[in-house]
Nanobody, 116 residues
Framework: QVQLVESGGGLVQAGGSLRLSCAAS????????MGWYRQAPGTQRELVAH???????NYAGSVKGRFTISRDSAKNTAYLSMNSLKPEDTAVYYC??????????WGQGTQVTVSS
């Protein structure tokens, strides 16, 4: 059974940085797609960034230029570097990994809080 473990969340001041990681274990297969959604209280879930097996990436307009997603495909691990953080980035961030054999698996979520 595939398990995703997230880490790297925390509390930072506006303008600070955090780096999230998402590691998939329990399979030797490579994910087609990995990324993060986020959800703040009272809001809709938003796709923040994702990266596919070719290395192509996409970002939400609200984070483009500030966040960078990367991956180590051999380890099925993705990273989200978040710079110039703003209070509106405050949310629970949920990583996912999409596998041909297993479908989509989700991490447990990690809280990111940006203070003004």
């Amino acid at each position: 059974q595939v398990q995703l473990v997230e880490s790297g969340g925390g509390l930072v001041q506006a303008g600070g940085s955090l780096r999230l990681s998402c590691a998939a274990s329990g399979t030797i297969l490579s994910a087609n797609d990995m990324g993060w959604y986020r959800q703040a209280p009272g809001t809709q879930r938003e796709l923040v960034a994702h990266i596919i097996s070719s290395g192509s990436t996409n970002y939400a307009g609200s984070v483009k230029g500030r966040f960078t997603i990367s991956r180590d495909s051999a380890k099925n691990t993705a990273y989200l570097s978040m710079n110039s953080l703003k209070p509106e980035d405050t949310a629970v961030y949920y990583c996912y990994a999409d596998f041909p054999a297993y479908g989509t698996n989700w991490g447990q979520g990690t809280q990111v809080t940006v203070s003004s």
